[in-house]
């Protein structure tokens, strides 16, 4: 493979696959032989047909992309094996890959995975890691196997983590670093310079598929645990309180807020303040209790309406210190 280009088939989907995409189409040393994403659907209220992050990406570069409701049917495997890839390169799909997938390729499917493996296996690892308040992640090359996450890895790129980053940022920061290390990483592996290292399933951990619940904030909670869900659970599902009115509850997302020192802020020994109530109103925002220490909520959207300062929502619901916010809206369960 050292005097010819690497053919690539690309499977991809999520913002989290644009970057990486981009930088093997730019690349002199990858023959990008198709691209492949999932349908476009309906979103928003006017229930608008919508792309994929990806699909939009090739329709705004004037680049062919295939729309595949299942990569797995018998047309389409046929399809792609006329191609003869080196190599089929995932990254944020949303479909899984059947075993004559798997194998079809010259070298592997490749697949890029927002994790340190084997940690975080599964649908959401960089929400995860900002909930369970990390200060390392990473990404690695994944020999793709037909379990899950479970295949041998080619290369892991660690990243180190400020203790304030959310999901947006950290999503970001992961595909950029993926886009960097991507096309050597293939060139190493058809070149044999690469071989895949098998992952210690004992060490692993799976990360579970977000679900809009998750949001919900439990004022019980301690201020450390509420910091990490405002910063993990944006852009979505956001994290959500309830504000009792006269007439109605309304549901209020925190957009930005803030761990603070529970000093001066809490009740004396003794003296417990009910989780939820507000302890201090100011221009930066409203300081509610924790079931241990306090946050700054900074800013919110109110049901209905559009994002605001904190302090403009408690100036427009006469909000006082002393009132206590509700916990977050109760979700049915999914059905599995």
Sequence with gaps: MENSKVKIFFFGSGAFAVPVLEALCLSPKIQMCGIVTQPDKPAGRKMVLTPTPVGRWCDMHGIECRRVPNVNAPEFFESLKAESPDMIVVVSFGQLLREALLNLPKFCCLNVHASLLPKYRGASPITSAVLNGERESGVCFMHMDKGLDTGAVFESHRLALPPD?????????????????????????????LEAVPQNHDAATVSKKIRKGDGSIKWAESAMVIDRRIRAFYPWPGVCFRLALPDRAVNVKITAGRLIPSSGHVSSPGTPVTPGTILKLAKEGMTAACGAGAILIERVIPEGKKEMGAADFARGFRLAAGDVLADGPEYPPKNK
């Design 165 to 193: 980053i959310r999901t947006d940022a950290l999503e970001s920061r992961l595909s950029g670093l993926a886009a960097e290390k991507i096309v050597s990483c293939i060139v190493n592996i058809a070149e044999r310079h």
